[in-house]
């Protein structure tokens, strides 16, 4: 396992199976053409731009071509590495048929040929990094992020003390912190947060 400090987007979910069997990191994806339409994941993207960069990783045929222009149209600050894979015919083992334009999309690449693509875009990883003891969909219930009666003031107090998109879902924001926050550094925001609640009510 490889580790990257910036958001990878890809247009479908098993591009994404394929890229997190090798690579640690958040990864993005943009469902096609959804994108277009999709604020709450726009503006995601927009944040792990300015934050932490992204790397677009598309099909190297038209309608890929179409989603990576467009995210690069819809980013004005931060930092965005363009990575290519090299046209290849063929077809996703999957799929009854080829594409369109008959070429093998990113999850019909083989590792090495990804890895050596990111390599060209000047991508560099570390290697052998797994990050421990991650925050979890749990971790939220139980502190009181989700399914609790003041659940959405939480939310809103962390997403306002990170400056992140109000519009981020659970799963989004869960996403996020992981990128952000160790365990221990998470835990000590929601003391502070229950903290300063609990004065504003008094």
Known sequence: MISLEQAVIVEGKYDKIRLSSFIDSVIITTNGYSIFKDKEKCELIRYFAE????IILTDSDTAGFKIRNY???IINKGTIINVY???IKGKEKRKIKP???GKLGVEGINNQLLLESFEKAGVFFKENHIKADNI???????????????SSLK?????????????????????VLNTM?????YKKEVTQI?????LESE
């Open 51 to 54: 934050n932490k960069g992204i």
């Open 71 to 73: 995210l690069k149209g």
């Open 85 to 87: 894979i090299p046209d």
């Open 99 to 101: 594409s369109k334009e």
């Open 136 to 150: 979890t969909r749990l971790d939220l219930y139980e502190d009181g992020f989700i399914g609790k009666e003041n």
């Open 155 to 175: 939310r809103k107090a962390i997403i306002k003390k990170h400056n992140l998109p109000e519009l981020l879902t659970t799963t989004s924001l869960l996403e």
């Open 181 to 185: 926050l160790t365990k221990e550094e």
């Open 194 to 198: 229950d903290l300063s609640l609990k």
